[in-house]
Nanobody, 123 residues
Framework: QLQLVESGGGLVQHGGSLRLSCVASGSTFSSYAMAWFRRAPGKEREFVASINLSGGSTYYTRSVKGRFTISRDNAKNTMYLQMNYLNPEDTAVYYC????????????????WGQGAQVTVSS
């Protein structure tokens, strides 16, 4: 099972950008589909984006499509989430997760989770 550590969160103004990183250890990173989820205050954890083993296929929830980009570097055991044009509705704790299928958007399909990174967007 992978151990995952997120970094790169912080406070940003409306319209700004942040890049989250997720570093994996403990198993073969390239054997896992990866995903980002987020949990806003008072809301359920929701799917943000996912990427398949090679990085050749990516999936996004509608609200971030065109603004966020998920990518991975298997040589560095690292996944990224580039977030542009951020708005206050993007404020949440962002979690990286590892699973078997990038096409699954359900949290239950991902067995390894990071501790989360806070992203706060001011208006």
């Amino acid at each position: 099972q992978l151990q995952l550590v997120e970094s790169g969160g912080g406070l940003v103004q409306h319209g700004g950008s942040l890049r989250l990183s997720c570093v994996a250890s403990g198993s073969t990173f390239s054997s896992y589909a990866m995903a980002w989820f987020r949990r806003a205050p008072g809301k359920e954890r929701e799917f943000v984006a996912s990427i398949n083993l090679s990085g050749g296929s990516t999936y996004y929830t509608r609200s971030v499509k065109g603004r966020f980009t998920i990518s991975r570097d298997n040589a560095k055991n690292t996944m990224y989430l580039q977030m542009n044009y951020l708005n206050p509705e993007d404020t949440a704790v962002y979690y990286c997760a590892a699973g078997r299928r990038a096409t699954s958007m359900a949290p239950g399909a991902f067995g390894s989770w990071g501790q989360g990174a806070q992203v706060t967007v001011s208006s």
